[in-house]
């Protein structure tokens, strides 16, 4: 598929790790990407840590790109996307990679009818293990599509929804990495307590937690019965779910999106 030059405005975390993915999939060579940052400290930054260009001119970027990949905090999308209305070109894909910013908003910032691409992707994005969903308005052809796969895909798994799904994914897919986070780190307590090395049991809770997420996306089988395939009757297994069962695991659990959920549209509201 022909190449097309990738410009980025903001480049913190998010947009790094999308950035890393792309390089180490080689879907991208380090001379195709344009990254534009607040300060000339982490300019220097992204460039030392990617060798990738890196500029203070949003406008810069925004002439440059053939797909413009917004990476600002939510409140900030307005004051940019006026900034660089007139420098995007007219075949530009702009892609939002923040909650809550939807495509009828991004389309009335700009001055020309332009393609958008609304995403929500995650920080695994970092080690090629990302989850990626995305949306886009009816100026995209197939081909364009095809290549906003491609660039997702390069750095994990991606899904292709309608627009009125994308509010649910950040409790799910966005934000989910750090309610896993806190799980692998509860397990690794819970190995520490019981005198097995620090790092040991960071390595043996994170391991397990990336095996089982495995056998749920390889195997098809419901995560339900890859469950009561590890608890013997009568076994230590069944008697911890039994535990987190009394305490309410999967509520809280459920409880954590829904809060999640309620915080992204109070942030778009408060964008419209």
Known sequence: MKKRNVGFIGC??????????????????????????????????????????????????????????????????????????????????????????????????????????????NTPSLVGEGMTVFCANDRMNEKDIAFIKDMFASFGKVELVEESLMDSIPAISGSSPAYVYMFIEALADGGVRSGIPRDKAYKLAAQSVLGAAKMVLETGKHPGVLKDEVCTPGGATIEAITTLEQHQFRGTILAAMESCDLKNRQMKNKIK
């Open 12 to 121: 913190g975390k998010m947009a790094q790790a999308m950035v890393n993915g792309m390089l180490q999939s080689s879907f991208a060579k380090r001379e195709e990407i344009l990254a534009s940052t607040k300060s000339a400290e982490s300019a220097q930054n992204v460039k030392e840590a990617f060798q990738i260009e890196t500029t203070l001119d949003n406008k810069q970027v925004a002439s440059y790109a053939d797909v413009l990949i917004v990476a600002v905090k939510p409140h900030l999308y307005g004051e940019v996307l006026q900034e660089i209305s007139s420098y995007v070109k007219e075949e530009t894909i702009i892609v939002t990679v923040a909650a809550g910013i939807d495509i009828a908003y991004i389309e009335s910032q700009m001055s020309k009818q332009i393609k958008v691409i609304r995403s929500m992707p």
